[in-house]
Nanobody, 117 residues
Framework: VQLVESGGGLVQPGGSLRLSCAAS????????MSWHRQAPGKERELVAA????????NYADSVKDRFTISRDNGKNMVYLQMNSLKPEDTAVYYC???????????WGQGTQVTVSS
């Protein structure tokens, strides 16, 4: 099982980034997927989640109307489009796959996002 994030980097406030997460080794289309982030000295928090079929999406209040989660089950990919980035969005962003019925949860290794001028 692998979840590999990419797309992080340094961006100025107000800029945009698109994170990608490539999944392999499990039945991707059966798993809910989510993005989480962890800033230095803070707990990991949920940013956005999407159901297995992609019909339901949820967002943390802090990113609503700025971030968009999406998935492509044909490519085993999940994405996080991040617009209007703020310095407080700086964190390591992690991709997670979960299937409560089986109790399986998988995490990626994370990708660093830094928002700074």
């Amino acid at each position: 099982v692998q979840l590999v994030e990419s797309g992080g980097g340094l961006v100025q406030p107000g800029g945009s980034l698109r994170l990608s997460c490539a999944a392999s080794g499990f039945t991707f289309s059966s798993y809910g997927m989510s993005w989480h982030r962890q800033a230095p000295g803070k707990e990991r928090e949920l940013v956005a989640a999407i159901t297995s079929g992609g019909s339901i999406k949820n967002y943390a209040d802090s990113v609503k109307d700025r971030f968009t989660i999406s998935r492509d089950n044909g490519k085993n990919m999940v994405y996080l489009q991040m617009n209007s980035l703020k310095p407080e969005d700086t964190a390591v962003y992690y991709c997670k796959g979960s299937r409560p019925v089986s109790g399986n949860t998988y995490w990626g290794q994370g990708t660093q996002v830094t928002v700074s001028s």
